[in-house]
């Protein structure tokens, strides 16, 4: 929406529990981008055949899509505000290299340990987290500015407790969950990331909590106005992402036993991409976390489809820069259309 939104339309989408119009044409694009990643697996299905239908394929895609899909559900929430939160992958390396340092220190094995090592990594994460809402709440610092700033510091000093070096995790209990584990023949990172992106739907689309945000995305004034705490609620949006990263973090350890200080310099691009692709509108005020998760599996199926038929994989950034771009295209195309909807519906209840 923009600034013209009233404070009647910010409190008839906080009472609209069917789902305003903004969040039905987020679900109307999430439908769009379902269809081409449907596209998408036909083609592969077609051309890579059994390799690419292989239920060992999938369950790697799964296993490469879990880490991000837990920043996905916070990067969700900061895109609905109008935010924008560049620094998740180095707050991910940061709290993995806290964990991991700490985890060495304490003997590097058993549950006690690891316990530690999770709540380490949740806390880095989160305190990262809480400092970009301040700043960005508070502070009154653009998102833009703060989190590329907090994007070079959480490196920085990643860099600074590591020494430049990767730090190997000797807590076999925590490696082995994240490398065997497997409930119900499904592998338990995925299978745990599954559970986070539900949890993090259900609070969006059902909660007081969501209907905020996306109120908070459509207009900051005219959601005060209706007596929304806006500065809070950007602080606790914020905290919740980097408290993602954090688990994310512990998440990566699990997958790799091994911190990767240098390997994440694209996540935050790859998780924003994900959720615009999906239908968040990088304006703010509606998308849908069915639609994120949608826009993660479009890399990586292109990324293991090329890899089976033998396509260069760099190929798989011109594809999903073509779908981002087109994308976007879309969301601008439905919101200008539903802007002049409104207006002519505005203007034809004051001629009445």
Known sequence: MTTATTTADVRTELDDDSGTVWQRLARTQAVWILGVLVLIVAFFSIVGGRRFLSANNFSLISQNLAVLAVLGVGMTFV?????????????????SVISAKLMSAMGGDGAGVVVVGILAAIVAG????????FLIAMAKIPALIVTLGTLSAALGLAYVLSKGVNIAVDATSLTD???????????????LALVIVVIGGI???????????????????????????VNRHL?????????????????????????????QSLTNLNVIAAVVIGG???????????GTVVGLFIPAVLQSGFVIIGVDPFWQ???????????????????????????????GRHNV
Do not use: C
């Open 317 to 347: 950034g011109v594809a999903v820069g073509a779908v981002l771009i087109a994308a976007v295209y879309v969301d601008q195309s439905r919101r200008a259309a539903a802007q002049r909807g409104a207006k002519s519906t505005r203007k």
């Open 203 to 229: 609070a969006l689309h059902r909660t007081r909590f969501g209907r905020h945000t996306y109120a908070i995305g459509s207009n900051q004034e005219a959601a005060r106005r209706v007596g929304i705490r």
């Open 177 to 191: 969950f994240g490398i065997y584990t497997r409930i119900a023949g499904v592998p338990a990172l995925p299978l």
């Open 79 to 95: 895109i609905i505000t109008s935010g924008i939160d560049l620094s998740i992958g180095s707050v991910l390396v940061f709290a």
């Open 280 to 290: 968040t509108s990088i304006f703010g005020g509606y998308g849908s976390m069915f």
């Open 126 to 133: 989160a305190a990262w987290g809480w400092l970009n809402g």
């Open 235 to 263: 602080m606790w949006v914020y905290l919740l992402t980097g408290l993602l990263a954090g688990v994310g973090a512990v998440m990566y350890l699990a997958q790799f036993g091994t911190t990767t200080i240098g390997g």
